[in-house]
């Protein structure tokens, strides 16, 4: 987790303003360390489904995936004038 972290640290000045925290294949644990690291860098959290189609859909949508708390971090992520 610590590369990750680094990582992390110098994207949003790049221009990174989300982070997929929920993805179906993701264990509990995971989607709640993403979360966090999401917050501690200021990052709107997103979440997957991994639905590319009609068929193989089986996984939380993004809204299930990201908390209503997450919401006001991400709109205004998209509000940012780029």
């Known amino acids: 987790m ?7 640290a110098e994207l949003p ?5 989300a982070l997929e925290a929920a993805y179906p294949g993701f264990r509990a644990g995971r989607i709640q360390e993403l979360r966090a690291l999401a ?29 209503p708390r997450s919401w006001p971090a991400f709109v205004n992520w998209l509000d940012v004038d780029r």
Do not use: M
């Open 39 to 67: 917050t501690q860098f200021g990052l709107a959290v997103t979440g997957g489904s991994d639905c590319h189609g009609p068929t193989n859909c089986g996984g939380p949508s993004a809204p299930a995936a990201s908390p």
């Open 2 to 8: 610590i590369a990750l972290e680094r990582v992390l």
């Open 13 to 17: 000045s790049l221009g990174l303003g």
